[in-house]
């Protein structure tokens, strides 16, 4: 069996073919099309690709050789640097890079790979994105907007969060609608205006995200402290379930479990800071409302607490526990199995 590691760029990739032991064996450049594939099967029958994991990047390519039923793994690039310092060509290029990515393939047997259910859950995260940005965009121009109230006078006060309702944006619009129309209320009110579209766009956005989780995990809507926005960035992140064998490999994924950090008679642990640090944020907004509004979470947070934890320390163990309630979730939902 020969693995072919490919290093993709916006207009053109590098492949390298290594054979079971990583000796390197072909190497092809060219365009992001299908010549690279009538190279490949020039070489040998059996094969595997492996693609560096830069989706925004790689997804064409991963779409030209599913199609064509070619076997494709994705390599995350963390993988690859080990390799590019084992190897004896010094620098960095894209045969190197390629080299690399084809041997840490070979090195780790259980890499992600493209897997059915894929687009639903893409589509998702292309509104969650979609989201976010509208919700940065209109933090921009909100501050913005209260610098100018201020210039045109100290005395018009607007209460902390009242931007993001339309009642108060409507309010507004209508008291700098009666003020002489000078530069500067003109671009208070194209501000207010930007405002009420952002607004109505997130409002639209908020309930398909809802519509669309209610479909797909209906169940993990019934978890206390987790709404739509939450449901929806758990979906997208941790993507397909059946990727985590256990609930471990996900709160590792997550960022949630803590890491080992012991010598000699000292056995302790510390926080870990890498993961996936968007699933981690949802799983700490889960875990956040749920020490306040829900018994259940409040009683473990006092019994963690009462062991000699800080507030903090006990709200990780309690994400870890969700990150486990996470897992069993989604292994029970029908369209996600």
């Given at each position: 069996?020969?693995?072919?590691?490919?290093?993709v760029?916006?207009?053109?990739?590098?492949?390298?073919?290594?054979?079971?032991?990583?000796?390197?064996?072909?190497?092809?450049?060219?365009?992001?099309?299908?010549?690279?594939v009538?190279?490949?099967?020039?070489?040998?029958?059996?094969?595997?690709?492996?693609?560096?994991?830069?989706?925004?990047?790689?997804?064409?390519l991963?779409r030209?050789l599913?199609?064509?039923?070619?076997?494709?793994?994705?390599?995350?690039p963390?993988?690859?640097?080990?390799?590019?310092?084992?190897?004896?060509?010094?620098?960095?290029?894209?045969?190197?890079?390629?080299?690399?990515?084809?041997?840490?393939?070979?090195?780790?047997?259980?890499?992600?790979?493209?897997?059915?259910?894929?687009?639903?859950?893409?589509?998702?995260?292309l509104?969650?994105?979609?989201r976010?940005?509208?919700?940065?965009?209109?933090?921009?121009?909100?501050?913005?907007?209260?610098?100018?109230?201020?210039?045109?006078?100290?005395?018009?006060?607007?209460?902390?969060?009242?931007?993001?309702?339309?009642?108060?944006?409507?309010?507004?619009g209508r008291?700098?609608?009666?003020?002489?129309?000078?530069?500067?209320?003109?671009?208070?009110?194209?501000?207010?205006?930007?405002?009420?579209?952002?607004?109505?766009?997130?409002?639209?956005?908020?309930?398909?995200?809802?519509?669309?989780?209610?479909?797909?995990?209906?169940?993990?809507?019934?978890?206390?402290?987790?709404?739509?926005?939450?449901a929806?960035?758990?979906?997208?992140?941790?993507?397909?379930?059946?990727?985590?064998?256990?609930?471990a490999q996900l709160?590792?994924?997550?960022?949630?479990?803590?890491?080992?950090?012991?010598?000699?008679?000292?056995?302790?642990?510390?926080?870990?800071?890498?993961?996936?640090r968007?699933?981690?944020?949802?799983l700490h907004?889960?875990?956040?409302?749920?020490?306040?509004?829900?018994?259940p979470?409040?009683?473990?947070?006092?019994?963690?607490?009462?062991?000699?934890?800080?507030r903090?320390?006990?709200?990780?163990?309690?994400?870890?526990?969700?990150?486990?309630?996470?897992?069993?979730?989604?292994?029970?939902?029908?369209?996600?199995?």
């Open positions: 069996m020969i693995v072919i590691g490919v290093d760029h916006k207009h053109s990739l590098t492949a390298a073919a290594v054979d079971e032991l990583g000796r390197a064996y072909a190497e092809w450049s060219g365009p992001v099309d299908g010549e690279v009538a190279w490949a099967r020039a070489l040998g029958e059996e094969r595997l690709w492996a693609v560096e994991d830069c989706r925004h990047v790689t997804r064409s991963e030209t599913l199609a064509v039923g070619e076997r494709l793994v994705r390599v995350p963390r993988l690859t640097a080990p390799q590019r310092r084992r190897g004896r060509v010094r620098g960095k290029s894209d045969s190197i890079d390629a080299l690399a990515v084809a041997r840490a393939a070979l090195q780790e047997p259980d890499l992600d790979r493209p897997r059915a259910g894929v687009e639903t859950l893409r589509e998702l995260k509104l969650v994105d979609h976010d940005d509208l919700v940065e965009e209109r933090r921009r121009c909100q501050q913005r907007l209260r610098w100018h109230l201020h210039e045109l006078d100290p005395t018009l006060t607007v209460p902390l969060g009242a931007l993001d309702r339309a009642v108060w944006i409507d309010r507004l008291q700098l609608a009666r003020r002489e129309q000078a530069t500067q209320v003109r671009i208070a009110r194209d501000l207010v205006g930007r405002c009420r579209t952002l607004t109505r766009s997130i409002g639209e956005l908020d309930r398909e995200l809802h519509a669309r989780t209610a479909t797909l995990a209906p169940r993990l809507l019934q978890l206390p402290g987790c709404g739509a926005l939450s929806a960035k758990l979906l997208c992140e941790i993507g397909p379930i059946e990727r985590f064998r256990t609930d709160a590792r994924h997550a960022g949630v479990a803590p890491l080992d950090a012991s010598s000699g008679k000292h056995q302790r642990h510390r926080l870990d800071r890498g993961g996936n968007q699933l981690n944020c949802a907004r889960i875990a956040i409302t749920q020490g306040r509004v829900h018994p979470a409040r009683a473990y947070l006092e019994r963690k607490q009462n062991e000699g934890k800080t903090r320390e006990a709200i990780r163990c309690l994400k870890r526990q969700l990150a486990r309630t996470v897992y069993t979730t989604l292994n029970t939902e029908p369209l996600l199995t």
